[in-house]
């Protein structure tokens, strides 16, 4: 089917966050903590008519119903989009039970903590040579010189995919999220040109096996089965849209924070690596800045606190709004590096539960520790302008800040 200019949908500036929210309007990326909040203040759920009907659920108990039940709500969407948005499987987050269960088993050992421990001295070293590129600069863009290439580098570790087409994932990324979910001709631009750049690489895959997960991908069986190509291919698409992004949006907000809290840097920077101010610092800025937000379809009518929703809705399952719930989190609006007992559910929660968490935590904690350890006094650049990704994994994309070695 081909899309053409008249699939686009262009919509106005939201003023009403409660009845006509939009997760690609400009003002989503830099305050969508403050936009929960209020919605929170009227209602725990939102709704929009901008692509069809869609929820916005913005409490810990509205996210966790919604997440917990897979008998009314499908992962087959899992972005809210224009409804006639071309799909593809890219299991197992697109998938149901009982399905989703062998596509899940199949992709966890690749994330499983030996295996990511396994890479820590790595990432290290990875991260001290960007710093050091940095070196003799006083100005630099920490997400575009720091951020962005981390993930990259530990997916295609974990993967095998080639590190040097990292620019080529970051436009799919970019195309796919800021603007797919209302330009139906770029979704299927985005869907087709990963379809043909995977199926090449697991081909190859086939010929010349090594010792990755594309090789695993390529001859993937379950139960006996051989699984089909497409499917394959989604398993490697989901890798791509779902590693690299996320945890670079979660470096950078992390940096952007500490940038503006120098207090806290000064704290982190005065313990051994290995203290658990560290580990509490990490999951507080998970917490704090969780990047993702996922969706489902409503396959079945059904009521989340109070609030009805009808089958072919869509709903977001908004889990960075539910760890700002201050019924869930004691001082929620406050970020507290020491903070124990951090419940948060940045990775999600129930059978979708992130499989990459391992590798998400090992990445941003290296990144912030060298970071920091080699620029205790850096500080935002008051001349420029951080600049956030809207939708569903919101971070920064530039952070323009002053090293102040
Ligand atoms: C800070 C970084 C990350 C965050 C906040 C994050 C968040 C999430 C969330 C919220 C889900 C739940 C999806 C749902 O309920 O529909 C999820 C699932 C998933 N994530 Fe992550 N993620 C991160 C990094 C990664 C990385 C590095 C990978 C590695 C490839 C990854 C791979 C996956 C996969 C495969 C799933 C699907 C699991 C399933 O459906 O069973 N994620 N992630």
């Known amino acids: 089917m081909a899309y053409g ?4 949908i262009d919509t106005p500036r939201v003023t009403d966050w409660v009845n006509d929210w939009d997760w690609l309007d400009d003002g989503w990326g830099e305050n969508a903590i403050d936009i929960w909040n209020e919605v929170r203040e009227v209602c725990p759920v939102g709704s929009t008519e901008r692509y ?5 659920p913005v409490t810990m108990d509205a996210v966790r119903d919604i997440a917990n039940n897979t008998d009314d709500f499908s992962s087959i969407w899992v972005n809210v ?14 998938s149901d039970p009982p399905d989703h269960h062998g596509h899940r088993r199949l992709i966890l050992p690749a994330f499983n903590p030996k295996a990511i421990a396994a890479i820590e001295q790595e990432m290290r070293d990875y991260c001290r040579g960007l710093i050091k590129d940095l070196d003799g600069m006083d100005a630099v863009d920490a997400a575009v010189q720091y951020t962005q290439n981390i993930p990259v580098h530990g997916i295609c570790i974990v993967t095998g995919l080639p590190e040097e087409d990292a620019d080529l994932f970051r436009d ?12 139906n001709s770029i979704r299927l631009q985005v869907l087709t040109e990963m379809t043909h750049y995977i199926s090449a690489i697991l081909k190859d895959r086939l010929e010349n096996p090594k010792d ?3 090789t695993v991908v390529a001859n993937a069986e379950i139960d006996g089965k051989e699984v089909d190509w497409d499917i394959k291919v989604g398993y490697i698409r989901l890798q791509i849209i779902a590693g690299i992004d996320t945890t670079w949006s979660a470096i950078g907000s992390g940096l952007w924070h500490f940038a503006q809290h120098n207090n806290e840097v000064q704290q982190l920077v005065a313990v051994s690596n290995d203290d658990p101010l560290w580990q ?16 489902r379809k409503v396959i079945n009518d059904v009521t989340v606190q109070g ?7 869509q709903t977001l399952v908004t889990f960075p709004a539910a760890n700002h719930d201050p019924a869930a989190f004691e001082d929620a609006h406050i970020f507290k590096l020491d903070r124990q007992n951090n419940r948060h559910v940045a990775f999600g929660l129930g059978i979708h539960r992130c499989a990459g968490s391992n590798l998400a935590r090992l990445e941003m904690l290296v990144a912030f520790q060298e970071w920091l350890r080699a620029f205790p006094n ?14 569903q994994v919101r971070g920064p994309r530039q952070i323009p800040v002053l090293l102040n070695r």
Not at 5 to 8: H, L, T, V, Y
Not at 52 to 56: D, H, K, L, P, S
Not at 172 to 183: E, G, R, S, T
Request: glycine fraction near 4%; include cysteine.
């Open 307 to 313: 609030c009805p929703m009808h089958v072919g809705d």
């Open 52 to 56: 069809g009907r869609a929820f916005m």
């Open 81 to 94: 989009s224009r409804p006639d948005a071309p799909r593809a499987a890219a299991p197992p987050i697109t």
């Open 212 to 214: 990755d997960l594309l």
């Open 5 to 8: 200019a008249e699939d686009r």
């Open 172 to 183: 799919w990324i970019y195309k796919n999220f800021q603007l797919a979910p209302k330009d």
């Open 280 to 295: 509490t610092a990490n999951e507080e800025v998970l917490r704090y800045y969780a990047p993702v937000t996922m969706a």
């Open 378 to 391: 850096y500080s935002l650049d008051p001349t420029k302008k951080t600049t956030w990704a809207n939708g």
